[in-house]
């Protein structure tokens, strides 16, 4: 099997495997320094890259005695299976919040048919603007409108991976959620679940791929 190498970085992270070609490359252009951190695949322990016989002879060169030290560069790892799952759950944001406005838009008709899959504020809201004027009813759609793109503030910052989108858009469709619970409408109380198992899900990827 052939030996790899990991290299500690000026800024403590490590950063390989990489073959003995990848580091002696890395090693001319001064990336790596004589006293810089190396552990190859075979060792348990961390030495400086001029005690490798395989590379001394790189270290001799004049070039590399007064080359600045600088941190190889990682590639960011990108699992297109957790990538998805990331898209799918930050794609909840998009759905409610296309599915809020239509039922939205059918009560503003007078209509009384609606989708299950919304949010439960809106249809709070909706409830009013029956009770009022046309012009009461326009800032009701006002609201329905702004309660739709807060969700989708949401989703497009999720897609950027950013954690607290997840974060606060799960806490306010749970408290949304609260809505069909105390009407005690089981339909919109279970999509509510389902939704937040899948914002879960989707900031699970997010931090992993973060993390990466």
């Given amino acids: 099997m052939e030996l ?36 190859r695949s075979d060792m348990e322990h961390w030495s400086p890259a001029g005690s490798f016989s395989e590379l001394q002879a790189l270290f001799a060169a004049p070039a590399n005695v007064a080359a600045p030290i600088v941190t190889a560069t990682a590639t960011p790892r990108r699992d297109p299976a957790t990538e998805a799952q990331l898209k799918s759950g930050a794609s909840w944001f998009y759905w409610i919040a296309g599915l809020s406005l239509v039922n939205s838009i059918v009560a503003f008709t007078g209509s009384a048919w609606r989708f299950i899959l919304g949010l439960g504020i809106t249809q709070v809201f909706d409830g009013f603007g029956h009770e009022l004027g046309s012009a009461g009813k326009a800032v009701v759609l006002m ?37 069909f619970l105390f009407v005690q409408d089981w339909l919109g109380v279970g999509f509510h679940v389902f939704v937040l198992f899948c914002l879960f899900r989707g900031a699970k990827a997010c931090r992993e791929l973060n993390a990466a």
């Fill in 143 to 179: 609201l329905d409108v702004l309660a739709a793109g807060v969700l989708i503030f949401f989703g497009v910052f999720a897609h950027k991976r950013q954690l607290w989108a997840f974060v606060v858009g799960m806490v306010l469709i749970g408290l949304d959620g609260l809505i």
């Fill in 4 to 39: 790899t190498y990991t290299i500690r970085g000026a800024d403590g992270k490590e950063y390989g495997p990489a073959t003995l070609e990848q580091v002696t490359a890395w090693t001319r252009e001064g990336r790596v320094q004589v006293q810089q951190e190396v552990r």
